[in-house]
């Protein structure tokens, strides 16, 4: 195919054909790209005449791929991006009359932590413009940036996408949580013989606090685990449980609920919290303002820090 044959192509339909790639069901593209299954279908149908190929074999519920499909999937993905990448140059982009639509990725952390503020900031700053917010931890930010389901995330990160971008905003420092009002900080002693609570999107019962303790020669007892931040409040009033969160969750905690935010008694790993973001979008107009504000509102701006306690 030389350039005159590309008059022939609908963009439209390729895009349609690179959505189904990634979620191999009719009615997830058409919920996705906001258009009903019929229109899908027959858009399909005009693929499958573009390419000569079935494309798509229906096994259940859903549509596997053909080996051709593959093979057109693996050339037309970069191709798209960077037809995307050359469009958004072109587009100007003025926070205050936009009525852009931005798809984020946060953990569950940052969205109960840090999120309130930075909406309040962009309903003042764009007004006119959605931000539609994908739950998206360490293990789900690869996948959700490779298919395009988000354009940037926010969270503690693995693996990425071999063309994403990465900042460090903040480092997460471990604050204990409690709501007790018993005088003092709690010792090490103290501190392993409480109940405790474990919040994490998998299930997992043993964290970074089970491993430093271990290092010590000692081990604490995990009562309950929950998958999201939002529920500690309630789950830890009126009891002995206590918690190691995130110290801007801790901090968003006491000020909103009263619960006690107070330094570990023991030295717990730091990890850095991040922002990433497809290279496609690296240089579109507003997903680098929506960057500039999320790195003026979340990233850390002070060198006051919650220091874990030294215990012998």
């Given at each position: 195919m030389n350039r005159n044959d590309l008059r022939r192509a609908d963009i439209n339909l390729l895009v349609v054909f690179e959505t189904m790639m990634h979620e191999r069901n009719v009615t997830r593209v058409s919920e996705k790209l906001f258009l009903g299954q019929p229109t899908i279908s027959a858009a399909l149908a005009r693929l499958r005449l573009m390419f000569d190929d079935p494309l798509f074999i229906r096994a259940g519920r859903f549509m596997e791929p053909t080996s051709r499909a593959e093979e057109i999937f693996s050339n037309l993905s970069p191709a798209l991006d960077g037809i995307a990448a050359a469009l958004s140059r072109c587009q100007a982009f003025d926070p205050a009359t936009s009525d852009a639509t931005f798809y984020i990725g946060l953990s569950d952390d940052v969205e109960y932590a840090l999120l309130p503020d930075l909406l309040h900031r962009l309903r003042i700053e764009a007004p006119g413009t959605t931000l539609v917010v994908r739950?998206?931890?360490?293990?789900?930010?690869?996948?959700?940036?490779?298919?395009?389901?988000?354009?940037?995330?926010?969270?503690?990160?693995?693996?990425?996408?071999?063309?994403?971008?990465?900042?460090?905003?903040?480092?997460?420092?471990?604050?204990?949580?409690?709501?007790?009002?018993?005088?003092?900080?709690?010792?090490?002693?103290?501190?392993?013989?409480?109940?405790?609570?474990?919040?994490?999107?998998?299930?997992?019962?043993?964290?970074?606090?089970?491993?430093?303790?271990?290092?010590?020669?000692?081990?604490?007892?995990?009562?309950?685990?929950?998958?999201?931040?939002?529920?500690?409040?309630?789950?830890?009033?009126?009891?002995?449980?206590?918690?190691?969160?995130?110290?801007?969750?801790?901090?968003?905690?006491?000020?909103?609920?009263?619960?006690?935010?107070?330094?570990?008694?023991?030295?717990?790993?730091?990890?850095?919290?991040?922002?990433?973001?497809?290279?496609?979008?690296?240089?579109?107009?507003?997903?680098?303002?929506?960057?500039?504000?999320?790195?003026?509102?979340?990233?850390?701006?002070?060198?006051?820090?919650?220091?874990?306690?030294?215990?012998?």
């Open positions: 739950r998206a931890d360490q293990w789900q930010m690869c996948q959700l940036l490779a298919c395009g389901e988000i354009t940037l995330g926010i969270s503690h990160t693995l693996e990425l996408p071999a063309n994403a971008r990465r900042k460090v905003l903040r480092p997460i420092r471990p604050m204990l949580l409690r709501a007790d009002s018993l005088a003092g900080e709690l010792s090490l002693d103290e501190f392993c013989r409480r109940p405790h609570a474990v919040v994490s999107s998998m299930g997992h019962v043993i964290d970074d606090s089970d491993r430093a303790l271990s290092l010590a020669g000692r081990q604490r007892r995990v009562v309950l685990t929950v998958p999201q931040f939002s529920a500690l409040p309630r789950l830890l009033a009126g009891s002995d449980m206590i918690a190691i969160v995130p110290d801007y969750v801790a901090q968003a905690m006491a000020m909103a609920t009263g619960l006690r935010a107070e330094a570990a008694p023991l030295l717990l790993p730091e990890h850095e919290l991040t922002m990433v973001w497809r290279g496609t979008s690296h240089n579109d107009p507003g997903e680098r303002w929506l960057r500039s504000r999320c790195c003026a509102f979340l990233a850390e701006v002070s060198d006051s820090r919650p220091q874990a306690r030294r215990v012998a």
